[in-house]
């Protein structure tokens, strides 16, 4: 079974821009979560989709702004990048959103970087 | 308070040697989730291994084994016969309610370690 993909790989925007970061789940998989991780702040929590509708959102400005389509297909938008929004954005798929034993399995990631 | 604290930035072990990499977390939640990830230089997180916090047993997949010492609060990872393929950060996870009820769950990580298997 294929594994969580994520497009692109690599992406250099310049301030003010705004960027599309794909995830496609496991298949099977209903639920998508998306990371941000920083060498300064670690692993943040951005958004979690289940049956296109986001169920958790962390603490991020409202740039950030992501979408699930009817085949568990996930989109996150950054709209007006700022530099210190270069980093590696994560997606992690699960088979369902809920309960403490709901493992996450995660993509490459999209290394972004903003000029 | 930080919900998951790994106090080890870097660990070093000789390679085919054990290692525990150290995890406690923080939580009044008495139904939570314990995860285990590892991450290459590659970037990509590879899940290895789950507690329950009702798990009356300490879980264990292949080389790798969990401590978990639930009064304590802490889920220490024991790597056995370290590879060179092992050199990778590793983070703990804690998976937990967000609200009463339980219907809304958030995934919260370590800051890591970064472990390098000496040959």
């Known amino acids: 079974k294929a594994g969580v993909t994520q497009t692109p790989r690599y992406l250099i925007k310049t301030r003010g821009q705004q960027v599309t970061l794909s995830c496609s789940p496991i298949s099977g998989h209903r639920s998508v979560s998306w990371y941000q991780q920083t060498p300064g702040q670690g692993l943040q929590f951005l958004f979690e989709?289940?049956?296109?509708?986001?169920?958790n959102k962390g603490n991020f400005p409202g740039r950030f702004s992501g979408r699930q389509f009817s085949n568990s297909r996930s989109e996150m938008n950054v709209s007006t990048l700022e530099l210190g929004d270069s980093a590696l954005y994560l997606c992690a798929s699960s088979l369902e959103a809920g309960g403490i034993t709901d493992t996450q399995y995660f993509g490459p990631g999209t290394r972004l970087t903003v000029l | 308070a930080q919900k998951i604290t790994q106090t080890q930035p870097g660990m070093f072990v000789q390679e085919k040697e054990a290692v525990t990499l150290d995890c406690t977390y923080d939580?009044?939640?008495?139904?939570?989730?314990l995860f285990w990830y590892k991450q290459p230089s590659s970037g990509e997180m590879i899940f290895l291994i789950y507690q329950g916090s009702y798990d009356q047993q300490n879980a264990t997949e292949g080389r790798y084994s969990l401590n978990f010492q639930k009064a304590r609060k802490s889920a220490n990872l024991v790597i056995s016969a370290s590879q060179l393929g092992d050199s990778a950060m590793y983070f703990c996870?804690?998976?937990?309610?967000?609200?009463?009820?339980?219907?809304?769950?958030?995934?919260?990580f370590g800051k890591g370690t970064l472990l390098t298997v000496n040959p």
């Open positions: 939580t009044s939640d008495p139904s939570y989730g």
């Open positions: 996870a804690m998976r937990e309610t967000l609200n009463s009820g339980g219907s809304n769950y958030k995934l919260t």
């Open positions: 989709y289940f049956s296109e509708t986001q169920r």
